[in-house]
């Protein structure tokens, strides 16, 4: 579990770091970005999951969507790895943008030949937060997670199917009903078969119809002008539907005039990081 | 013993005035006895010259000396003594025996040095006094003197004037009778003559006009009766005046006009003052009448009917007067009475009783955790001078505890009160004229956990009626009446009303609950904003909506006519609105859920006021007082 730092910039009174490390799930070398807000010098800080969207690295959330000012004010660390593993040469990895590389979708996969690599939700759901333990000043009881399109899939499931891991749960413009939607059907069929009930575990509008745990409160902010919400990739009035019936909290805001990127997310981060804050600092 | 001698003794005889001490008030009594005596003390009180009953009880009280009984009387032999048993003692407790002792007499070597100054002071008075009243039964003696004689030689004048003209009347009557005499020794004389006469021709001729003349003498009366009485014409002498004078000398004079005071602090109450005057240290007073009425500012000087005078008779300098009315003036004066006469009345003066107290008004008192805006009624129909608010901290369970601290000088009937968050406060106002604070009023319990505020009823739309408590509004279905829609302040489009938040830019929060099925607006708004309008649909709105469509609960949140589109899984049923001024945020959350759901960035230029309304029938309770949960401000 060695760590390798790859690049430290000094950022909003913190750092701003990458490191890379040989990922036992994945079996590769993986990198992750980590932001340590000033108050990790001398305390332990709650810890931000975020998961990036399709075709993203590590690099994206903290390149353009502007968290740091806010994680540093609410004393949040923010750890945001990688979108699948890279380099594992497995046939057809680099064939799409929207499955192997780069689109890992934040699933165990159980078919040949992903199921050995792409195990992306125990890599994000145990490992990373075993090793963000045990190097970092962070508080290990005290976890959110938050992500965008995919990631904002991944960060819903993860927080539905561990009830009381994550402490809050937010989402830019997620893939809300991947069952019903040809992003989802296709990573799901590559790498879960094509048994549909086993993709129900990774549904989050599923997922939410079975909760059963500690109260969620879920964030989800969509841009109007969202290109790939027109094109019913996204399906986040399944999900509101679904949590209304089941009296799960969402607050859903349409943002008009916002597309699907990262100028979008960096519009409302602010909300979402105090969002995340009013759970991790209580 | 002689007094001057003891006066000569001075401060150096201190052991002759102590040996004597015991002595001293029968001898003070003795050598009052003629002229007097009144310590400076007792001059200050109601001094009186001439009669023993006004001496002061407290002089004689200070000059009471009560030997120590196992200390010798003089001061110099205490110390003697001390400085002989010094050897004698041994150490420790005698040691501190001594002490005691010693200190024991050094303070009775005070209280004589004290007492021998006392009497020295009264020594003084009573020379002082002794000479005056010498000097003013000699000029009183002398003038009766001068009196008597001047009287004397007025009737010693007199008698002599009626001596001459007696004299002179009794001079006139003998000349008189002299010349009758010789008149009548002539006719005799010459009736022998004509007797004697032989020459009856002769004689025939001449005892004719003799007898004549003798007829004629007889005619003429001689008066023979003194003309003037034997006895002197002495009147009564009229000594009465004389007699005044003598009485006088032992006649107090009439007193002269007392000085009355002006008024003093805290000597007035609501209903009563307390009037004190004084008078001149050589006048004798029997009795004193206070004569006060009030001061009608209304009333024309030549009115007719003047406030009648009420008059009080007292011994003393000073006299409480009663059932007077509240914050209003009077004019005081006073006049001294003796045997000999009364005095001119003093100068008239202006006392002032003080106001009632204020009466706070509950409904209108707001609060937030770092104040409380207190409003209250004058109490009084005339103005006063200003307004006193006392507050003090409280436990929670209602005892009182801590200082109370005071806000003076409160010129209008409310008053913005910075407070500690997190207390509760009891506070209280008082209203002030020169007169002094009136009672308190009665006090309002302020709680500094949360926001507090009550509806502006004024403000309501016809159609909603306010619970007693104030907090709940119903918007029922029954017909308005026309002529209620006419009303100033109230909205008319919005069945609305509005809340009454403290003008404090700080951090408030209250909570809403309504039924599932309401449709309704919360938010806030100016104070000023369009009461034709709907609520959010302006610049000087921000508020949450509910909307029930067939299909779904639908939230907006809406100013100025526009709101984000949003989805809300959970019906909120209870909201929290949490309003900050400083960061120019207005949030809301769903209460059972800690849920938030909206937040509006606005950084509001004036007061906002909490605004509630109800689109459909229905009814709305406002949740005061509550602590803002911590979520509300991250």
């Known amino acids: 579990m060695a760590l390798t730092q790859v690049s430290s910039n000094k950022c909003a009174g913190g750092f701003q770091k990458v490191f890379e490390h040989d990922s036992t799930e994945l079996k590769c070398k993986m990198k992750f970005a980590v932001y340590l807000p000033p108050q990790a010098e001398t305390d332990k800080c709650p810890v931000l999951y975020w998961l990036s969207g399709l075709t993203c690295t590590e690099q994206n959330v903290i390149t353009k969507a502007g968290s740091q000012l806010a994680a540093a004010e609410h004393g949040i660390i923010v750890v945001a790895p990688d979108t699948s593993p890279r380099g594992c040469n497995i046939e057809g990895e680099d064939e799409s943008w929207d499955f192997g590389t780069g689109a890992g979708f934040y699933v165990d996969a159980t078919q040949d030949p992903w199921k050995t690599n792409y195990r992306m939700y125990s890599y994000v759901t145990e490992e990373l937060p075993k090793l963000i333990n045990a190097n970092f000043p962070s508080d290990p009881d005290r976890m959110s997670i938050s992500g965008h399109s995919m990631g904002g899939h991944g960060a819903l499931v993860c927080a539905l199917k561990n009830p009381g891991k994550y402490k809050a749960v937010s989402a830019f413009s997620p893939i809300c009903n991947p069952m019903q939607c040809p992003w989802g059907q296709k990573a799901f069929a590559g790498y879960l078969g094509s048994d549909r009930s086993t993709w129900e575990a990774y549904d989050a509008t599923v997922l939410a119809g079975a909760y059963s745990g500690p109260q969620l409160d879920i964030l989800i902010d969509q841009g109007r002008d969202d290109q790939f919400l027109s094109a019913s990739q996204l399906l986040p009035d399944n999900l509101i539907a679904v949590c209304s019936e089941k009296k799960i909290p969402v607050v859903f805001r349409l943002q008009p005039g916002y597309d699907h990127s990262y100028f979008f997310i960096y519009s409302f981060m602010n909300d979402h990081i105090k969002h995340h804050a009013k759970y991790l600092n209580a | ?634």
């Open chain 2, 1 to 634: 013993m002689d007094l001057f001698e003891i006066r000569g003794g001075g401060g150096g005889g201190l052991d002759v005035i102590s040996e004597e001490a015991e002595h001293q008030e029968s001898r003070e009594l003795k050598a009052m006895d003629p002229y007097n005596v009144a310590s400076d003390r007792g001059r200050g009180a109601a001094r009186d010259v001439s009669t023993f009953q006004r001496f002061s009880v407290d002089t004689n009280e200070s000059l009471r000396f009560e030997p120590c009984e196992d200390s010798p009387p003089s001061p110099t032999g205490a110390e003697d003594g001390y400085d002989d048993d010094d050897d004698v003692f041994k150490e420790g407790e005698t040691e501190r025996e001594i002490v005691t002792t010693r200190s024991r007499l050094q303070g009775k070597v005070a209280e004589m040095e004290n007492f021998a100054g006392h009497l020295e002071e009264i020594f003084l008075t009573v020379e002082e006094n002794f000479g005056r009243q010498e000097q003013h039964l000699e000029q009183h003696y002398n003038d009766v003197l001068q009196t008597l004689s001047q009287r004397y030689d007025e009737r010693a004048a007199g008698l002599e004037e009626e001596k001459k003209g007696k004299l002179e009347a009794l001079y006139g009557q003998l000349l008189v009778c002299g010349r009758a005499l010789d008149a009548s020794k002539e006719l005799i004389e010459t009736a022998q003559e004509v007797y004697r006469s032989q020459d009856k021709r002769l004689f025939l001729k001449a005892v004719k006009p003799t007898i004549k003349r003798m007829e004629e003498f007889a005619k003429e009366e001689v008066d023979l009766t003194l003309s003037t009485r034997l006895e002197f014409d002495t009147p009564l002498a009229d000594m009465s005046d004389v007699k005044t004078m003598m009485d006088s000398i032992n006649v107090v004079p009439a007193p002269s006009a007392p000085v009355i005071n002006p008024q003093m602090p805290n000597s007035a109450s609501q209903t009563s003052l307390r009037v004190c005057w004084s008078l001149f240290s050589d006048d004798t007073v029997e009795s004193y009448e206070l004569y006060y009425r009030p001061v009608l500012e209304d009333t024309p000087a030549d009115s007719t009917c003047a406030p009648y005078v009420n008059r009080v008779k007292v011994k003393e300098t000073h006299c409480t007067v009663t059932d007077l009315l509240p914050n209003a003036q009077y004019e005081l004066w006073v006049t001294a009475t003796n045997t000999t006469g009364i005095s001119p009345a003093s100068e008239r003066a202006l006392y002032m009783t003080v106001p009632s107290p204020p009466v706070i008004k509950r409904r209108e008192c707001t609060s937030c955790p770092e104040a409380a805006m207190i409003r209250w009624e004058s109490g009084n129909t005339n103005p006063v001078d200003s307004y006193t608010v006392e507050l003090s901290e409280t436990s929670t369970d209602g005892t009182a505890g801590g200082v109370t601290e005071s806000i003076v000088a409160v010129p209008t009937c409310q008053c913005l009160i910075q407070l500690q968050t997190g207390r509760r406060y009891l506070i209280a106002v008082r209203a002030v004229n020169i007169g002094g604070p009136s009672d308190k009023s009665d006090v309002i319990t302020v709680s500094t956990t949360g926001t507090f505020f009550h509806l502006l009823e004024d403000t309501a739309h016809p159609c909603l009626s306010i619970s007693e408590d104030g907090f709940t509004m119903f918007y029922g279905d029954e017909e308005l009446p026309i002529s209620a829609m006419a009303l100033d302040d109230t909205f008319t489009r919005c069945v609305a009303v509005l809340g009454d938040l403290i003008p404090v830019r700080g951090r408030h929060y209250w909570e809403v609950e309504v039924d599932d099925g309401t449709e309704f607006r919360i938010g806030v708004s100016y104070e000023d904003t369009e009461r034709n309008s709907f609520l959010g649909a302006n610049k000087t709105s921000w508020c949450m909506r509910h909307i029930l469509s067939p299909s779904r609960h639908k939230y907006e949140f809406l100013h100025n006519g526009w709101s984000p589109d949003l989805r809300i899984t959970v019906n909120p049923v209870r909201i929290g609105v949490a309003l900050d001024y400083e960061r120019g945020t207005l949030s809301f959350f769903n209460v059972a859920l800690e849920q938030h759901l909206h937040t509006f960035h606005c950084h509001f230029q004036n007061y906002v006021h909490p605004c509630f309304s109800l689109d459909n029938p229905g009814a709305l309770t406002v949740h005061n007082s509550i602590e803002a949960p911590e979520y509300t401000f991250i």
